[in-house]
């Protein structure tokens, strides 16, 4: 389903910026190294996720 929905996505998102993200039970890698942007990344407040850096 991925596969499909990412193009879809990329033509769709009319401008919108968007963040695409596994759910693998880790948020803090999840939102950041497996994380994919379409459009301009924007800043995040990673510091509430647990494992985040200090």
């Not at 990412?6 to 993200?21: A, E, I, K, S």
């Not at 994919?36 to 200090?54: C, E, H, T, Y």
């Amino acid at each position: 389903m991925f596969a499909s929905f990412m193009p879809w996505l990329m033509l769709n998102r009319d401008g919108l910026t968007v963040l695409v993200h596994p759910g693998t039970g880790n948020g803090y890698a999840d939102h950041t190294k497996h994380a994919a942007w379409l459009g301009g990344m924007l800043p995040l407040r990673l510091d509430v996720f647990r494992g985040a850096p200090a």
